[in-house]
């Protein structure tokens, strides 16, 4: 922390405004009676500017520098802001929340690749984790700060505007030397879906399954009867929930196989959200509820990411954890839209009852793909804290600590497709061949 406090700082005040305006704007529509269906489109549209944002961020960080495109990209997101209290023409805003969505990858681009590039590997790890950290606590003060506006005027955007604002000081007077320029990293989602079917569908459900709660989680809570300080609640006890279970969600799956864990937390999400669906919804039981399912739901990417990386090779680690990024981004750009659909024909209860129903699909597809594989032995150090939410972007595929640090500093490297023998891996002892070539390598 003491290394990169401006950089620290500077996520902690993004995140805060990001997060309270997601929030606000899904209440906000909910109180002027919009359909559930263009709230969610406009969740959608956020993933989507993050999805295609890593091109700009690369181009523009390539022309002018990480700073520079640190405050360009800001204040681009700053205008964004502001220009909702212009207008509240829907399609301008789902443009906005698109735009936004951009200037932010742009943001993640910067912050993660400085912080990757700098910090020694002995100490990667530490460095992310606080990251992440910031990133949890900003979504939670996000809300919390929310809170101090039930009237849902335009103050909170002045507050997010704010934030933002704030967020450029610390980055823009920093002393730290600047980070190299990125370099364009290749990859085939494809290939990869052949190498870890069971991470890039878990995965993928549990971007569905986030991208639902961001989106449409507080229209639940207020077609519930919450007002503005409970709906805060009930958001941030979910998120804080998320980051008190990383670490030990991190050491129970270096002892228990991380196909059952996913199926596990599967089966768990599956229970709670259709108590949520079913049971009546006062605050102390919805509470209890939404906490267990952050326990679950928020730890469903790092359980993915740590399986994927117990079967791939070292200079493999790059590409997979940006395959895993796209499917989640994928599905956190569909699962908004279609759940804010069924919620607008079957009411508010409908999220977490297809949420329920999902994961019974999830946990199906995830038994019959690990029939098929040779059940994988755990790993130590494979679970990396993640953050599973809105704050992800492509470049966190860079910053895992097990990768070398030539690896790292290389982390938009363009990566040659290696040729593999389909024949070979198509026999049935074709996995534990492979298997057995690791292990004698590494001894």
């Known amino acids: 922390m003491k290394s990169f406090p401006s950089l620290y700082f500077a996520n902690l005040f993004l995140i805060i405004g990001t997060g309270l305006l997601t929030t606000y704007l899904a209440l906000y529509l909910g109180k002027q ?3 559930t269906f263009w709230i969610g489109l406009m969740t ?24 520079r495109t640190f405050a360009a990209s800001t204040a681009a997101v700053t205008a964004c802001v502001a220009a909702h209290g212009v207008s509240d023409n ?6 906005l929340r698109f735009f936004v969505g951009l200037g932010m990858m742009c943001n993640y681009m910067v912050l993660e690749s400085w912080l990757n590039e700098q910090s020694a590997p002995e100490s990667r790890g530490r460095v992310f984790s606080f990251y992440m950290i910031t990133s949890y606590l900003g979504m939670i003060l996000g809300q919390l700060a929310l809170a101090q506006f039930p009237e849902l005027g335009y103050a909170p955007l002045f507050l997010v505007c704010m934030a933002l604002a704030i967020g450029i000081i610390p980055i823009s007077i920093t002393r730290r030397i600047h980070p190299k320029p990125l370099k364009p990293i290749k990859m085939s989602l494809f290939d990869y879906a052949k190498k870890v079917p069971q991470s890039l569908t878990a995965v993928h459900f549990a971007g569905i399954i986030n991208g639902s709660f961001y989106g449409l989680a507080p229209i639940f809570a207020k077609l519930s009867g919450f007002d503005a300080a ?21 050491m129970l799956s270096d002892r228990v196989r991380r196909s059952v864990l996913i199926r596990t937390n599967a089966v768990t999400i599956g229970v709670v959200s259709l108590a949520l669906c079913l049971l009546p919804t006062s605050q102390l039981t919805a509470y209890i509820l939404t906490f267990i399912f952050g326990l679950f739901a928020f730890t469903l990417y790092p359980l993915c990411s740590a399986l994927a990386n117990s079967r791939v090779e070292d200079e493999e680690r790059v590409g997979v954890s940006s395959a895993l990024l796209v499917a989640f981004g994928a599905g956190a750009a569909i699962g908004s839209t279609v759940n804010a659909q069924l919620m607008s024909y079957f009411g508010h209860q409908a999220l977490y009852g297809s949420i329920s129903l999902l994961t019974v699909v999830m946990y199906l597809l995830l038994t019959f793909i690990n029939s098929k594989q040779k059940l994988e032995q755990p790993e130590p150090s494979d679970y990396v804290v993640g953050t599973s939410d809105v704050t992800n972007s492509p470049l966190a595929a860079t910053m895992d600590p097990r990768i070398e640090e030539t690896t790292a500093q290389e982390q938009m ?10 024949e070979f891996f198509e026999h049935p002892q074709g996995e534990l061949f492979k298997d057995l070539e690791n292990e004698q390598k590494k001894e």
């Open 90 to 95: 829907l399609y301008i805003w789902l443009a």
């Open 230 to 250: 409970d709906i805060a609640i009930f958001m941030s006890l979910t998120i804080l929930a998320g980051l008190l279970a990383q670490w030990p969600m991190g």
């Open 413 to 422: 490297l363009v990566v040659d497709d290696e040729e593999i023998n389909d």
């Open 44 to 67: 959608s549209c956020y993933y989507l500017g993050l999805l295609l944002g890593s091109k700009l961020g690369y181009h523009l960080i390539k022309s002018v520098g990480h700073i």
């Open 33 to 35: 009676g919009t359909s």
